[in-house]
């Protein structure tokens, strides 16, 4: 695509809500000038951010704001969406295609043989794709203890593991909160998923570590990015209270807990997973990108 129709499309997506209504007024900061794009970004985080947050926008358009903004990936997109990535040049830090879902976890063993064969036959199609994680989740507790729970799913995630091994895979379980968001989830503290890692036992298996969710459910999230850093292989973003944007809105100080995950010697992606409340959502997005950017 030459410059000057990559510029209109933006123009376009930046003019429209996930509604498809025209947006008074575009972002100055986002679009003020054709020589400022791309972004000048520090190049110490590796930015992504996450698909379902702007379902809104068409996926292509999505793509070209994301290149001009500064990110490198899109993602908790599927394998359909993965050759429109490479097109454009992004990869996908976090895929999806494989599980049952977030409540239908390996917490269960009645779900094991189902959720073995869904990620033996995705984890092939990630290597293929030149990405290295997918992720996955713990399951609802459904009246489990923590120990049963933990047990279940080093059963199950061992099951995956010389296949994950043998591409080079990574299994992410992702941690969120059981207070606000998933009632019932079981992988809701840091300590629990580094307790399913440890009995995995392999290298193939780690975490995503959902600010977010774990402001929500544990607080004190600096220390414990420093303590189980080496447990985590992702991270997600998110304002709160309320998921929105990350800036002076919310609680948390986001420049100081992206330092504090580069002193651990983190080199992997930090994916933005707020839901943009303003109307010009690539403006918050690009914030989002620049606040994080230390």
Request: hydrophobic share 35%.
């Amino acid at each position: 695509m030459q410059p000057k129709e990559r510029r209109n499309a933006l123009k376009k997506i930046a003019g429209t809500t996930a509604l498809g209504l025209v947006i008074p007024g575009l972002s100055q900061r986002l679009f003020a000038a054709e020589n400022s794009l791309p972004a000048n970004l520090k190049g110490n985080i590796n930015h992504s951010v996450c698909r379902w947050c702007y379902n809104g926008i068409d996926f292509e358009d999505l793509c070209l704001a994301a290149k001009d903004i500064g990110l490198k990936s899109i993602e908790l997109a599927g394998p359909e969406e993965w050759p429109i990535l490479r097109k454009h040049g992004l990869d996908c830090a976090m895929p999806w295609g494989a599980g049952m879902g977030i409540e239908k976890g390996f917490n269960n063993p009645a779900y094991h043989d189902e959720l073995v064969k869904s990620y033996e036959e995705v984890i092939p199609q990630v290597a293929a794709a030149g990405l290295k994680q997918i992720i996955c989740f713990s399951g609802n507790r459904n009246g489990l203890d923590d120990q049963t729970g933990i047990d279940n799913c080093v059963k199950g995630l061992k099951r995956l593991m010389p296949v994950a091994e043998k591409h080079n895979v990574i299994m992410c379980m992702e941690l969120l909160n059981s207070k606000v968001n998933h009632k019932d989830y079981q992988a809701d503290r840091t300590a629990w998923g580094v307790e399913v890692c440890k009995g995995v036992g392999s290298e193939n298996i780690k975490l995503l570590y959902d600010i977010y969710h774990m402001q929500i459910m544990e607080g004190d999230v600096i220390a414990t990015i420093k303590k189980f850093h080496p447990y985590i292989s992702h991270y997600h973003t998110g304002g709160v209270p309320g998921r929105n944007e990350i800036d002076e809105t919310q609680e948390l100080y986001y420049p100081a807990i992206m330092k504090a995950i580069l002193e651990t010697g983190y080199k992997g992606y930090v994916g933005q997973e707020f839901i943009p409340k303003r109307k010009n959502k690539l403006a918050s997005l690009k914030q989002g990108v620049e606040i994080c950017d230390v």
